[in-house]
Protein backbone atom coordinates (compact mmCIF):
# COMPACT_ATOMS: atom_id res chain seq x y z
CA UNK A 1 0.00 0.00 0.00
CA UNK A 2 1.58 3.28 -1.20
CA UNK A 3 2.22 5.88 1.63
CA UNK A 4 0.61 8.58 -0.14
CA UNK A 5 -2.19 7.38 0.97
CA UNK A 6 -1.59 8.32 4.59
CA UNK A 7 -0.43 11.88 2.45
CA UNK A 8 -3.88 12.88 1.58
CA UNK A 9 -2.72 13.36 -1.91
CA UNK A 10 -3.73 15.95 -3.82
CA UNK A 11 -3.83 14.14 -7.07
CA UNK A 12 -5.97 11.31 -5.73
CA UNK A 13 -9.62 10.54 -4.37
CA UNK A 14 -8.17 7.80 -1.97
CA UNK A 15 -9.25 8.87 1.50
CA UNK A 16 -7.66 7.30 4.80
CA UNK A 17 -10.25 5.01 6.76
CA UNK A 18 -10.57 5.84 10.51
CA UNK A 19 -8.79 1.81 10.35
CA UNK A 20 -5.45 3.37 8.88
CA UNK A 21 -2.71 4.67 11.00
CA UNK A 22 -3.40 6.76 14.10
CA UNK A 23 -1.80 10.28 13.46
CA UNK A 24 -3.40 12.20 15.90
CA UNK A 25 0.04 12.46 17.37
CA UNK A 26 2.01 12.86 14.15
CA UNK A 27 1.49 16.26 13.41
CA UNK A 28 4.63 17.31 14.29
CA UNK A 29 6.44 15.31 12.03
CA UNK A 30 4.78 16.12 9.13
CA UNK A 31 4.55 19.47 9.49
CA UNK A 32 7.20 21.75 7.11
CA UNK A 33 8.65 23.63 10.38
CA UNK A 34 10.68 25.71 8.06
CA UNK A 35 11.93 26.84 4.71
CA UNK A 36 14.68 24.41 4.53
CA UNK A 37 12.44 21.20 5.21
CA UNK A 38 10.53 22.61 2.38
CA UNK A 39 13.31 22.71 -0.45
CA UNK A 40 14.56 18.94 1.43
CA UNK A 41 11.50 17.85 0.92
CA UNK A 42 11.01 18.85 -2.16
CA UNK A 43 13.99 17.38 -3.37
CA UNK A 44 13.27 14.15 -1.70
CA UNK A 45 16.71 14.33 0.23
CA UNK A 46 18.10 11.65 2.25
CA UNK A 47 18.09 13.69 5.21
CA UNK A 48 14.42 15.02 5.34
CA UNK A 49 12.64 14.18 9.04
CA UNK A 50 9.75 13.26 7.24
CA UNK A 51 11.47 10.24 5.06
CA UNK A 52 13.25 9.49 8.31
CA UNK A 53 10.31 9.75 10.58
CA UNK A 54 8.95 7.37 8.06
CA UNK A 55 11.57 4.48 7.76
CA UNK A 56 11.80 4.45 11.76
CA UNK A 57 7.62 3.86 11.64
CA UNK A 58 6.79 2.57 8.25
CA UNK A 59 9.92 0.75 7.27
CA UNK A 60 7.54 -1.15 4.57
CA UNK A 61 5.95 1.63 3.37
CA UNK A 62 7.39 3.22 -0.05
CA UNK A 63 7.44 7.40 -1.01
CA UNK A 64 7.95 8.49 -3.96
CA UNK A 65 9.43 12.23 -4.61
CA UNK A 66 5.80 13.06 -6.52
CA UNK A 67 4.26 11.82 -3.30
CA UNK A 68 6.14 14.15 -1.20
CA UNK A 69 5.51 17.45 -3.80
CA UNK A 70 1.94 16.65 -3.71
CA UNK A 71 2.09 16.59 0.52
CA UNK A 72 3.84 19.74 0.03
CA UNK A 73 0.44 21.86 -1.35
CA UNK A 74 -1.52 23.36 0.11
CA UNK A 75 -4.75 20.84 0.54
CA UNK A 76 -7.61 23.22 2.41
CA UNK A 77 -7.44 25.28 -0.79
CA UNK A 78 -9.84 23.44 -3.05
CA UNK A 79 -8.85 25.25 -6.52
CA UNK A 80 -6.29 23.36 -7.41
CA UNK A 81 -6.21 23.28 -11.57
CA UNK A 82 -5.21 19.61 -10.81
CA UNK A 83 -3.86 19.12 -14.51
CA UNK A 84 -1.18 22.09 -13.75
CA UNK A 85 0.00 20.47 -10.50
CA UNK A 86 0.35 17.27 -12.29
CA UNK A 87 2.21 18.51 -15.53
CA UNK A 88 4.09 20.37 -13.19
CA UNK A 89 5.29 17.56 -11.00
CA UNK A 90 5.64 15.65 -13.65
CA UNK A 91 8.13 18.55 -15.49
CA UNK A 92 10.22 18.25 -11.86
CA UNK A 93 10.45 14.98 -12.34
CA UNK A 94 11.65 14.22 -15.67
CA UNK A 95 14.47 17.19 -15.64
CA UNK A 96 15.21 16.02 -12.57
CA UNK A 97 14.60 19.94 -11.08
CA UNK A 98 16.27 20.36 -7.59
CA UNK A 99 15.76 23.38 -5.54
CA UNK A 100 19.15 25.00 -3.56
CA UNK A 101 19.19 27.14 -0.75
CA UNK A 102 22.00 29.16 -2.94
CA UNK A 103 19.75 29.79 -6.47
CA UNK A 104 19.63 33.07 -7.42
CA UNK A 105 16.04 33.44 -8.55
CA UNK A 106 13.81 32.93 -5.11
CA UNK A 107 12.91 35.47 -3.28
CA UNK A 108 12.16 36.19 0.26
CA UNK A 109 8.82 39.12 0.72
CA UNK A 110 8.60 40.41 4.05
CA UNK A 111 5.48 42.01 5.29
CA UNK A 112 7.03 44.33 7.85
CA UNK A 113 5.90 47.41 10.73
CA UNK A 114 8.32 50.30 10.88
CA UNK A 115 8.59 53.32 12.73
CA UNK A 116 9.13 56.29 11.22
CA UNK A 117 8.45 59.66 12.57
CA UNK A 118 7.19 58.29 15.50
CA UNK A 119 4.32 56.38 13.76
CA UNK A 120 4.00 52.65 12.75
CA UNK A 121 3.99 52.23 9.22
CA UNK A 122 3.59 48.81 6.84
CA UNK A 123 6.59 48.54 4.06
CA UNK A 124 7.55 45.70 2.33
CA UNK A 125 11.40 44.11 2.36
CA UNK A 126 12.15 42.13 -0.55
CA UNK A 127 15.50 39.49 -0.22
CA UNK A 128 17.08 37.47 -1.74
CA UNK A 129 20.31 35.12 -1.56
CA UNK A 130 23.79 36.62 -2.89
CA UNK A 131 26.64 34.22 -3.24
CA UNK A 132 30.53 35.13 -2.83
CA UNK A 133 32.12 34.07 -6.26
CA UNK A 134 35.45 33.77 -4.21
CA UNK A 135 34.79 31.57 -1.41
CA UNK A 136 31.01 30.48 -2.49
CA UNK A 137 29.33 32.00 1.11
CA UNK A 138 26.08 33.10 0.81
CA UNK A 139 24.02 35.30 2.67
CA UNK A 140 20.51 37.33 2.49
CA UNK A 141 20.54 40.62 1.04
CA UNK A 142 17.66 43.14 0.76
CA UNK A 143 17.22 43.65 -3.03
CA UNK A 144 13.72 46.04 -2.91
CA UNK A 145 11.57 47.96 0.00
CA UNK A 146 8.03 49.49 -1.08
CA UNK A 147 6.12 51.95 1.35
CA UNK A 148 3.82 55.03 0.22
CA UNK A 149 6.05 56.87 2.77
CA UNK A 150 9.46 56.41 0.62
CA UNK A 151 8.24 57.44 -2.78
CA UNK A 152 7.70 60.87 -3.84
CA UNK A 153 4.65 62.81 -2.93
CA UNK A 154 2.30 64.51 -5.61
CA UNK A 155 3.05 68.41 -5.12
CA UNK A 156 0.06 70.77 -3.40
CA UNK A 157 0.85 73.41 -5.94
CA UNK A 158 1.35 72.07 -9.02
CA UNK A 159 2.17 75.41 -10.40
CA UNK A 160 5.30 76.08 -8.47
CA UNK A 161 8.02 75.48 -10.51
CA UNK A 162 12.08 76.57 -10.90
CA UNK A 163 11.74 79.55 -13.73
CA UNK A 164 12.79 78.62 -17.26
CA UNK A 165 14.63 82.02 -16.90
CA UNK A 166 16.49 81.49 -13.23
CA UNK A 167 20.33 80.38 -15.82
CA UNK A 168 19.93 84.55 -16.34
CA UNK A 169 20.50 85.02 -12.41
CA UNK A 170 22.50 82.25 -12.04
CA UNK A 171 20.04 80.04 -10.10
CA UNK A 172 19.83 82.07 -7.25
CA UNK A 173 16.51 81.41 -6.34
CA UNK A 174 17.57 77.83 -6.41
CA UNK A 175 17.82 77.56 -2.49
CA UNK A 176 14.14 78.96 -2.49
CA UNK A 177 13.05 76.26 -4.91
CA UNK A 178 14.36 73.23 -3.02
CA UNK A 179 13.14 74.54 0.54
CA UNK A 180 9.76 74.16 -1.04
CA UNK A 181 9.28 70.24 0.68
CA UNK A 182 5.32 70.32 -0.18
CA UNK A 183 5.99 70.76 -4.00
CA UNK A 184 9.35 68.85 -4.44
CA UNK A 185 7.63 66.54 -7.14
CA UNK A 186 7.39 69.75 -9.61
CA UNK A 187 11.20 70.60 -9.24
CA UNK A 188 12.80 66.96 -10.65
CA UNK A 189 12.33 65.58 -14.17
CA UNK A 190 8.74 63.90 -14.80
CA UNK A 191 10.97 60.77 -15.82
CA UNK A 192 12.70 60.65 -12.34
CA UNK A 193 11.85 57.39 -10.37
CA UNK A 194 12.67 57.29 -6.73
CA UNK A 195 14.69 54.70 -5.68
CA UNK A 196 13.29 53.82 -2.39
CA UNK A 197 16.18 51.34 -1.26
CA UNK A 198 18.34 54.64 -1.41
CA UNK A 199 16.12 56.22 0.76
CA UNK A 200 15.60 53.53 2.93
CA UNK A 201 19.34 53.17 3.71
CA UNK A 202 19.58 56.68 4.25
CA UNK A 203 16.93 56.86 6.43
CA UNK A 204 18.61 54.09 8.50
CA UNK A 205 21.68 55.25 8.17
CA UNK A 206 20.85 58.76 10.02
CA UNK A 207 18.80 56.28 12.86
CA UNK A 208 15.43 58.23 11.55
CA UNK A 209 13.25 54.62 10.58
CA UNK A 210 13.50 51.25 12.70
CA UNK A 211 12.51 47.70 12.06
CA UNK A 212 9.23 46.65 14.85
CA UNK A 213 8.82 43.65 13.58
CA UNK A 214 8.27 41.18 10.59
CA UNK A 215 4.57 40.37 10.14
CA UNK A 216 4.66 37.76 7.43
CA UNK A 217 6.74 36.21 5.30
CA UNK A 218 5.93 34.67 1.91
CA UNK A 219 8.63 32.79 -0.49
CA UNK A 220 8.77 33.24 -4.41
CA UNK A 221 10.32 30.55 -6.12
CA UNK A 222 11.22 31.42 -9.86
CA UNK A 223 14.12 29.18 -11.26
CA UNK A 224 11.98 25.86 -12.83
CA UNK A 225 11.16 26.68 -16.44
CA UNK A 226 8.11 27.66 -17.28
CA UNK A 227 6.53 27.87 -13.60
CA UNK A 228 6.59 29.86 -10.98
CA UNK A 229 5.07 29.34 -7.47
CA UNK A 230 4.62 30.81 -3.54
CA UNK A 231 5.49 29.09 -0.24
CA UNK A 232 3.86 30.44 2.77
CA UNK A 233 3.06 29.07 6.15
CA UNK A 234 -0.20 27.64 7.21
CA UNK A 235 0.05 27.49 11.31
CA UNK A 236 -2.68 24.42 12.03
CA UNK A 237 -2.99 21.71 13.82
CA UNK A 238 -3.00 19.27 11.08
CA UNK A 239 -0.05 17.45 9.20
CA UNK A 240 -0.91 19.25 5.77
CA UNK A 241 0.23 22.45 8.05
CA UNK A 242 3.51 24.57 8.11
CA UNK A 243 5.58 25.99 4.74
CA UNK A 244 3.33 25.03 2.00
CA UNK A 245 2.57 25.67 -1.65
CA UNK A 246 -0.17 28.69 -1.85
CA UNK A 247 -0.19 29.27 -5.45
CA UNK A 248 1.37 27.64 -8.46
CA UNK A 249 1.51 30.15 -12.31
CA UNK A 250 2.54 29.16 -15.54
CA UNK A 251 5.10 31.67 -16.27
CA UNK A 252 7.41 32.24 -19.19
CA UNK A 253 10.61 34.13 -19.28
CA UNK A 254 9.11 37.51 -20.32
CA UNK A 255 6.10 37.06 -17.85
CA UNK A 256 8.78 36.18 -14.68
CA UNK A 257 10.66 39.45 -15.42
CA UNK A 258 6.90 41.42 -15.04
CA UNK A 259 6.49 39.67 -12.23
CA UNK A 260 9.62 41.01 -10.33
CA UNK A 261 8.62 44.35 -11.41
CA UNK A 262 4.68 43.94 -10.68
CA UNK A 263 5.34 41.83 -7.16
CA UNK A 264 8.97 41.74 -6.44
CA UNK A 265 9.70 45.49 -7.19
CA UNK A 266 12.54 44.47 -8.68
CA UNK A 267 13.97 46.96 -11.77
Not at 11 to 19: D, G, N, P, Y
Not at 178 to 195: A, G, H, Q
Not at 217 to 241: A, C, M, P
Amino acid sequence: MKLYLFLISLLTAIQVSAQSINFSNENFAFEVKQIDEFIERFNNSEKTLINQYLKENYSAEDISRSDLIKSLFNQSDKSWKLDEVTEFIKQVNNKPYMLHFDDEDWYAKLNCTVVYQGDEIPMTMIMNIEKNPRSNAVKWVITSVDADFLSLPESLDKSKSINPASHGTNFVSLDRALDDTSNMKNYVSRDFVPDQLTLFMSLLSCKNISIKQVDKIEYHFLQIDGWTFTVKNFERNEKNSGWLVSSLTKMDDHQKNEFKKRVLNLK
